[in-house]
């Protein structure tokens, strides 16, 4: 079953199994969220809902902003994320979502946007290799280098490697584990980093990812060519113990 939520990342820590792994974690504080919207297949062609996160004043929303929540009835709200769910047609406007729409164990996807790098040159942002420093290099060691031939094209290709703005984009992290859920706080613990600053805005949303349950544990293979020295006696590191 497909489920979202909006959040807001406050920031990473750890937490420890029951077999005492540590396990790297990124707290979400997600919702609790409202129904703003709901979209039909009769009247626009797909069932999706819209959610509204983190409360606001309503001055610092424009007209049409204030409108829209209005004509909902629902509270200010700063964030609006429209999501295609499964169960889009039997959500209404009003309804709360909260972090207890997760349970421990889901896979999800969380999309956010990037922390902003400023301009950087192409190393830094493309990976590029700088040049030497001896033999006549002169004072160009980070530079880009040669773009292309002169004369024929006579011009730089679309899609060429270069200095700019790197960072704040929109970033997706697939198939992340959910390792806690505190409904209580409204928080989410996801194993691993995702994108954003802390305070950042992120979406929760159910993996793409198809998921394999594994079949089993991994054991001794049979296969006489595949086995370790220690249990294979065809390998001469065994014959000659």
């Known amino acids: ?89 039997e959500m209404n406007v009003g309804d709360e979502v909260k972090a207890d729409t997760f349970a421990k164990g889901d896979h999800i996807d969380v999309t956010g946007i990037s922390k902003g790098k400023g301009y950087q040159g192409v190393i830094k942002r493309w990976n590029a290799s700088r040049l030497k420093e001896t033999h006549g290099t002169g004072p160009v060691h980070r530079h880009a280098g040669s773009m292309g031939s002169g004369t024929d094209p006579s011009r730089i290709f679309k899609g060429k490697i270069g200095a700019g703005h790197m960072g704040a984009e929109q970033v997706t992290v697939q198939n992340l584990d959910v ?26 949303k159910s993996t793409t990812k198809t998921i394999r349950e594994k079949k089993g544990e991994a054991g001794i293979s049979l296969n006489p060519q595949k086995a370790s020295a220690r249990a294979n006696p065809q390998k001469a590191s065994a014959r000659n113990r």
């Open 1 to 89: 079953m497909e489920k979202a939520i909006i959040g807001r990342k406050i920031g990473m820590s750890q937490i420890f199994d029951e077999a005492g792994k540590v396990i790297p974690v990124t707290v979400i504080e997600a919702g609790p969220c409202v129904v703003v919207q709901k979209k039909t297949e009769e009247k626009d062609g797909y069932n999706a809902v819209q959610l509204g996160f983190q409360d606001v004043p309503e001055r610092k929303l424009t007209k049409p902003e204030q409108g829209h929540l209005k004509k909902a009835e629902v509270p200010m709200k700063k964030v609006l994320k429209e999501f295609k769910l499964d169960k889009a047609a």
């Open 179 to 204: 390792v806690s859920v505190d409904p209580e706080f409204n928080l989410i613990a996801v194993c691993g980093a995702v994108p954003g600053p802390k305070g950042g805005i992120v979406y929760l």
